[in-house]
Nanobody, 123 residues
Framework: QVQLVESGGGSVQAGGSLRLSCTVS????????LAWFRQAPGKEREGAAI???????NYEESVKGRFTISRDNAKNALYLQMNSLRPEDTDMYYC?????????????????WGQGTQVTVSS
């Protein structure tokens, strides 16, 4: 069974940066869709960024220009570089995988999830 393990969360001040990592127990080049989702308490989980195995990347509007999603197929890892962080980026961040195409924003499209890593941005 494929497992995803996130790391790299923490507390930063507004304007700072963090790099999230997701270690994947499977060849990442063979997983069509890898994504980062985020969720605040009492709110729905929403997609932040999607990586397609064909090389494409898509971003939620509020993170465009600030976040960068990338894969390292040699390390079977997924990353999310987060710059210019804002207090509203405070969330639990989850790594997710889907073998279905095309890649979609709906959490229901993804069938493997990590345990999450907390990101807290203070003003």
């Amino acid at each position: 069974q494929v497992q995803l393990v996130e790391s790299g969360g923490g507390s930063v001040q507004a304007g700072g940066s963090l790099r999230l990592s997701c270690t994947v127990s499977h060849r990442t080049y063979s997983i069509p869709c890898l994504a980062w989702f985020r969720q605040a308490p009492g709110k729905e989980r929403e997609g932040a960024a999607i990586s397609d195995s064909d090389g494409g990347a898509n971003y939620e509007e509020s993170v465009k220009g600030r976040f960068t999603i990338s894969r390292d197929n040699a390390k079977n890892a997924l990353y999310l570089q987060m710059n210019s962080l804002r207090p509203e980026d405070t969330d639990m961040y989850y790594c997710a995988a889907s073998w279905a195409r095309p890649c979609r924003w709906s959490p229901a499209w993804y069938n493997v999830w990590g345990q999450g890593t907390q990101v807290t941005v203070s003003s």
